[in-house]
């Protein structure tokens, strides 16, 4: 057997079900033995397709997935979904094949790109060494919650592996999960015994029901308000407590409250810049806790008062068991806050100014009607651009697996391979994209790749002929903006050319179809194009420019 199908094989036997990429000749092999083995393999039309889809694939089912790449340009292709992976800690094996030879137009250093966008790089080194080589790659993905990328030079992938040596192939075993000290756990309890107004703030690092349930419980304990960052966003859909994301998509009444807050205890959550709005929802006497089970991470964002090194859920509960079993307190959870939560908590219950004209929607029109319309079993892949905080904050998701945010490295193009990736990951869900126009044709090739697979998919594009971040921020000044409008594109046109069902949106009315659509047998995808009004910047626009 050759190193290339050892590998294949032996990442399967470590736990990946499912790879993607765009086979060439220095990958055929490798990805032929990963199918021979049992794995799923899912064929994008571009590298940097496949990559974000592994990504979302990896969130949203909690596995570790691979992206195989050709040498050299499939791996350069690849580079930006590489790079949000590697910013979003996802586990993921990036299976890139390498020339040796210094003289072939496939040649870069391919260690290096790595190391540049934040992966981790290594190598399969020889034929003895192959299939450790790459169980160990998948052990670091998951330990270490971090991207890999796994070089397989060519001369040594066509090389023999020694007799039984895939008898050494294993899964790896769980991560561990970090047990706090119990002086970590005294001074959490003394300052939350101290707290009237406490808010607890959860992300990525809570995204598990146990996690949830028992940041839950302390909460109901200690009378907190509920919120998480966006990547954590549906945490805790349902608790009457919960005021949905904190940060720049905050609805007005949740900065209040948050701003309110004397203490804020970030559970799993980096507290950064977008989460804490550069700071402003931390109130000038307001005490920050950050629980992490990395020390590292602890006050990288922002000061904190206290860093407790543990597991969210475990760390949540260390906390009840040093209560006593002393009575709740009511805290922040008075009549009258539950009540406005319950009236003027989401965002589409702030009233507003419909703009929308004859020829274009308002974006907050179109989104609520569309929460509406769309089946509440959802999953959400989200785009970036100046649309973006009308699908991530107007459509509700069931739970924390409801939205793939896809956001870290704030590239526009990624979210329709998002939506697939999580598509794919959640199967009994609808998936939704939900895309700018620049966006929606940077990516539309996978377009194919939807319908390719049979996916009852809904792409939104959120349509205003122009990068619209870059429209509201230049435009005030004065400044022209040739550059970043362009003209009329029918964009339903090219989902019809993909064999997707398409309707042009322009004012409610239209939205019937989508209606017909939901109600019928969705053979086949359904891509709206929805001609928004574009005549002012969305509320989070001017602080996102702020972060750059």
């Not at 055929?28 to 940097?48: D, I, K, S, Y």
């Not at 990036?94 to 250093?109: G, K, Q, Y």
């Not at 006593?324 to 009549?335: F, H, K, L, P, S």
């Not at 609520?368 to 009308?390: H, K, Q, T």
């Amino acid at each position: 057997m050759k190193v290339a199908e050892a590998v294949g094989r032996a990442l399967v036997v470590a736990g990946v079900e499912r790879v993607f990429g765009v086979v060439g000749s220095g990958n055929f092999h490798l990805t032929n033995g990963m199918l021979a083995a049992g794995a799923r393999f899912v064929a994008a039309r571009h590298e940097g397709g496949a990559a974000t889809m592994a990504d979302a694939y990896a969130r949203m089912s909690g596995t570790v997935a691979a992206l195989t790449v050709h040498q050299g340009p499939g791996l350069t292709n690849a580079l930006t979904g590489i790079t949000e992976a590697a910013k979003s800690r996802t586990p993921l094996v990036v299976l890139a094949a390498e020339v040796t030879e210094p003289r072939s137009n496939f040649h870069i250093d391919q260690e290096a790109l790595a190391h540049a966008v934040g992966a981790l790089s290594a190598r399969v080194t020889s034929p003895e060494d192959a299939v450790e080589e790459a169980c160990a790659a998948v052990r670091r993905a998951l330990h270490e919650r971090r991207t890999v990328l796994l070089n397989l030079p060519l001369p040594v992938q066509a090389l023999d592996v020694p007799d039984g040596a895939l008898d050494l192939a294993a899964p790896p075993a769980a991560r561990a999960a970090v047990e706090p000290t119990a002086a970590d756990t005294a001074a959490l309890v003394e300052v939350l015994e101290g707290a009237r107004r406490p808010v607890f703030v959860a992300g990525r690092g809570a995204r598990t029901p146990g996690g949830r349930d028992a940041v839950a419980e302390l909460a109901q304990h200690y009378g907190a308000l509920l919120a998480t960052s966006a990547v954590a966003r549906g945490l805790f859909h349902g608790n009457p407590w919960s005021l949905d994301v904190s940060g720049g998509f905050s609805s007005p009444l949740a900065a209040e409250l948050i701003q309110g807050a004397d203490l804020i205890v970030g559970w799993g959550c980096a507290l950064n810049m977008w989460t804490m709005r550069h700071g402003s929802l931390i109130g000038a006497d307001t005490t920050v806790v950050q629980v992490d089970d990395e020390a590292s991470a602890l006050g990288t964002h922002r000061d904190v008062q206290l860093g407790v090194t543990g597991d969210v859920e475990l760390t949540a509960q260390r906390v009840l068991d040093g209560t006593g079993g002393g009575g709740r307190r009511q805290g922040y959870r008075t009549a009258d806050i539950r009540t406005a939560i319950a009236a003027r908590g989401r965002w589409r219950d702030v009233p507003y100014d419909d703009t929308s004209t004859r020829e274009r929607i308002d974006p907050r029109t179109l989104s609520i009607a569309l929460d509406d319309v769309l089946p509440v079993e959802r999953v959400i892949g989200v785009d970036s651009g100046n649309f973006m905080g009308y699908p991530s904050m107007y459509l509700s998701v069931p739970d924390h697996n409801g939205l793939c945010f896809t956001q870290a490295f704030q590239s526009i193009g990624l979210g329709l391979a998002t939506a697939i990736g999580a598509a794919l990951a959640r199967p009994d869900r609808l998936p939704v994209a939900a895309l700018g126009d620049g966006g929606a044709l940077m990516s539309a090739v996978e377009l194919d790749t939807v319908r390719r697979l049979g996916l009852p998919m809904v792409v939104v594009v959120y349509d205003d002929e122009a990068y619209g971040a870059e429209v509201h921020h230049f435009g005030p000044g004065g400044y022209p903006l040739d550059t970043v409008e362009f003209p009329p594109t029918d964009i339903a046109a090219v989902g019809r050319g993909y064999g997707f069902e398409a309707v042009t949106v322009r004012t409610s009315a239209d939205l019937k179809a989508v209606e017909d659509w939901v109600a019928g047998p969705r053979s086949a995808p359904l891509l709206i194009d929805a001609k928004v009004v574009g005549d002012r910047g969305a509320w989070w626009l001017e602080e996102a420019f702020r972060g750059h």
